[in-house]
C-alpha cells in the first residue's frame, strides 16, 4: 500500500492540504489573514477559525485536535493566533 502512496491517516492528508491552502493563500495575499466572508475558497475561512480555537483549547489544557507540530507548521508560513482590529 506504501508503494502506491495509500493515505492512512486521512485526518492529517486533509489538515495537510488546506495548510497548503493557506500557504497559498499568503503567497497571494502577502499574510496568512483569511477574511472570515472568502468566497474563493470558505472552506479555508471555516478552517483558520477552527485553527485558533484549537490552539485556545491546546494552550488551556483542554482535548484539542492541535500539536505542537502543527502549531509550528503554522508559524513557519506566517500565521496568526490572534486577529488584530485596526
Given at each position: 500500500?506504501?508503494?502506491?502512496?495509500?493515505?492512512?491517516?486521512?485526518?492529517?492528508?486533509?489538515?495537510?492540504?488546506?495548510?497548503?491552502?493557506?500557504?497559498?493563500?499568503?503567497?497571494?495575499?502577502?499574510?496568512?489573514?483569511?477574511?472570515?466572508?472568502?468566497?474563493?475558497?470558505p472552506q479555508l475561512a471555516t478552517w483558520v477559525k477552527c485553527q485558533?480555537?484549537?490552539?485556545?483549547?491546546?494552550?488551556?489544557?483542554?482535548?484539542?485536535?492541535?500539536?505542537?507540530?502543527?502549531?509550528?507548521?503554522?508559524?513557519?508560513?506566517?500565521?496568526?493566533?490572534?486577529?488584530?482590529?485596526s
Amino acid at each position: 500500500l506504501n508503494s502506491i502512496n495509500f493515505i492512512w491517516d486521512s485526518h492529517e492528508a486533509a489538515w495537510q492540504e488546506k495548510l497548503n491552502d493557506l500557504n497559498r493563500f499568503r503567497n497571494e495575499h502577502g499574510n496568512c489573514l483569511v477574511p472570515s466572508n472568502y468566497k474563493h475558497n470558505p472552506q479555508l475561512a471555516t478552517w483558520v477559525k477552527c485553527q485558533r480555537r484549537q490552539y485556545k483549547l491546546f494552550w488551556e489544557g483542554r482535548p484539542s485536535a492541535m500539536t505542537s507540530v502543527r502549531i509550528l507548521q503554522l508559524e513557519r508560513v506566517g500565521f496568526e493566533w490572534e486577529i488584530r482590529s485596526s
